[in-house]
């Protein structure tokens, strides 16, 4: 099995300023086969950083405000997502303060694409562990390592989309996800809210979710969003 594999369907959101940067990033880490979004400020990534991103790329020098004290905040926050510090500058007293702020690495730029994903690996493979490749709601199952879905004792296949589509849902259970977030998440494309991709999307994963002698699991809520599971 491929080491990789474990770290099937993390969440990365890349924070960073320079709009050549951050499309190089946002390439680099989905050929790598991970899920990212971006965006080029600390107000968007507040909104952004949610249950079920498992680590963000942050630059320190952004237009609205200084990445160190955005991180600092994150932590008090008692927020333990992974942090890995993107910056030009390379002193060992900031290296210090940026490792004292709550981040888990610290990576000076330039730098190479390969080293920022092999870090990137390492920062998973450290916090990985069994429980969180499986993803339960009630009486679905969804392993990340073996991409596998089960309701109850009934395997369901899925389409790959779906399947992230699923695992987004399921990584809030019981909270309502927005289109936007499903565009960002599971597209990476906030446009994607502006054609009817989503709503075919949910309306095949939920054919497929649907078994006659079980209660509905995947819900709409009108003008909002889309729900796995009760509300909690």
Same mark, same amino acid.
């Given at each position: 099995?491929?080491?990789?594999?474990?770290? %099937?369907?993390? =969440?990365i959101? @890349?924070?960073? +300023?320079?709009?050549?940067?951050?499309?190089?990033?946002?390439?680099?880490?989905?050929? %790598?086969?991970?899920q990212?979004?971006?965006t080029?400020?600390?107000?968007?990534?507040?909104?952004?950083?949610?249950p079920g991103? *498992?680590? @963000? !790329?942050?630059?320190?020098?952004?237009?609205?405000?200084?990445?160190?004290?955005?991180?600092?905040?994150?932590?008090?926050?008692?927020?333990?997502?992974?942090?890995?510090?993107?910056?030009?500058?390379?002193a060992?007293d900031?290296? @210090?303060?940026?490792? *004292?702020? /709550?981040?888990?690495?610290?990576?000076?730029?330039?730098? %190479?694409?390969? #080293?920022?994903l092999?870090?990137?690996?390492?920062?998973?493979?450290? +916090?990985?562990?069994?429980?969180?490749? !499986?993803?339960?709601? %009630?009486?679905?199952?969804?392993?990340?390592?073996n991409?596998?879905v089960?309701?109850?004792? !009934?395997?369901? #296949?899925l389409?790959?989309?779906?399947?992230?589509?699923?695992?987004?849902?399921?990584? =809030?259970? /019981? #909270? @309502?996800?927005s289109?936007? =977030?499903?565009?960002?998440?599971?597209?990476? *494309?906030?446009?994607?809210?502006?054609?009817?991709?989503?709503? !075919?999307?949910?309306? =095949?994963?939920r054919r497929?979710?649907?078994?006659?002698?079980?209660?509905?699991?995947?819900h709409t809520?009108?003008?909002?969003g889309y729900q796995?599971?009760?509300?909690r």
């Open positions: 099995m491929n080491p990789e594999d474990d770290q %099937a369907m993390a =969440q959101l @890349i924070v960073e +300023d320079q709009p050549n940067l951050l499309r190089s990033l946002l390439q680099a880490v989905q050929e %790598a086969g991970l990212a979004v971006g080029d400020s600390l107000k968007h990534a507040s909104e952004l950083c949610r991103i *498992d680590l @963000i !790329v942050l630059d320190l020098m952004l237009p609205d405000g200084n990445g160190l004290d955005w991180l600092k905040q994150l932590r008090a926050t008692g927020q333990r997502v992974l942090v890995l510090v993107l910056t030009a500058r390379d060992v900031d290296r @210090i303060a940026g490792l *004292d702020s /709550g981040a888990d690495d610290y990576l000076i730029k330039p730098f %190479a694409l390969n #080293e920022l092999a870090r990137i690996r390492a920062l998973l493979r450290r +916090d990985q562990s069994p429980s969180s490749l !499986v993803l339960t709601v %009630a009486d679905v199952r969804l392993d990340l390592l991409r596998t089960h309701r109850g004792s !009934v395997r369901i #296949e389409p790959q989309k779906q399947f992230e589509l699923l695992a987004c849902l399921m990584r =809030q259970p /019981g #909270e @309502i996800v289109r936007q =977030q499903i565009a960002d998440t599971v597209w990476n *494309d906030p446009a994607a809210t502006w054609t009817n991709v989503i709503e !075919v999307q949910i309306n =095949q994963l497929r979710l649907h078994l006659a002698e079980l209660p509905a699991i995947l809520v009108r003008g909002k796995v599971g009760g509300p």
